[in-house]
């Protein structure tokens, strides 16, 4: 069956430190990769998505980036962090095709930065 | 580009009472559609989700939802709201292709009076 790692569970950072959040997927190959952010009370805002390896698509500009350096690995990084950065962020596999066209999603990272 | 509009922030609902969750999407093609639920710090999880077929889908926990194209609807229900059923709801929509993204509405807080 296929599971999706993402890690840490929580984070709290200095401002203008850097971040690395790691999601991982097993049990499937050649997913859809997604990055996610929830702010407090409100929903969540597709940050990145991945349909393969270095293939990255940014939808709002921000001080963060994604990578992909493997199949079912997507990073998401930032040189520096800013307080608005601060909310919980999931990661989220999908597949390309078929009826299992769901999201399926991490436990999440809540990240406060201070 | 797809989007969806959920309607109202926070519904309250006493427990017994019929639960009525609404979302509107926006799509130029047939869309795949879905409800999720997430419970504090968690992770979200499926609910539901239409592709193609009937339009009236039975989820788990005793909700379903009704795709209505005419409307470009898929409001969630349940006859008989129960205290568990406290949570966050979000409706997304993602279209027929393989490089497609899944796109959240803001959500909706349900609480469940006793």
């Known amino acids: 069956s296929q599971t999706i790692h993402q890690w840490p569970a929580t984070l709290v950072q200095p401002v203008g430190s850097p971040l690395s959040l790691e999601c991982t997927v097993e049990g499937t190959s050649n997913p859809n990769l997604y990055w996610y952010r929830q702010a407090a009370g409100r929903g969540l805002q597709l940050l990145f998505y991945s349909v393969g390896i270095g293939q990255i698509s940014s939808e709002v500009p921000q001080n963060l980036s994604a990578s992909r350096p493997q199949d079912r690995q997507f990073i998401l990084s930032s040189k520096k962090l800013l307080l608005s950065d601060s909310g919980f962020y999931l990661c989220a596999w999908s597949t390309k095709t078929g009826e299992l066209a769901e999201a399926f999603f991490g436990q999440g990272t809540r990240l406060t930065v201070v | 580009a797809q989007s969806v509009t959920q309607l109202g922030s926070h519904v309250s609902v006493s427990e017994g009472a019929l639960v009525l969750l609404r979302c509107n999407y926006s799509?130029?093609?047939?869309?795949?559609l879905f409800w999720y639920v997430q419970y504090p710090n968690q992770g979200l999880q499926l609910l539901l989700k239409y592709t193609t077929g009937a339009t009236l889908v039975k989820g788990i926990n005793g909700f379903e939802a009704e795709f209505k194209k005419s409307e470009t609807s898929f409001h969630l229900t349940k006859p008989s709201a129960h205290m568990s059923d406290a949570a966050e709801y979000f409706c997304a929509v993602s279209l027929y292709s393989s490089a497609s993204k899944i796109i959240f509405g803001s959500g909706t807080r349900l609480s469940i009076r006793p």
């Open positions: 799509s130029s093609v047939p869309p795949y």
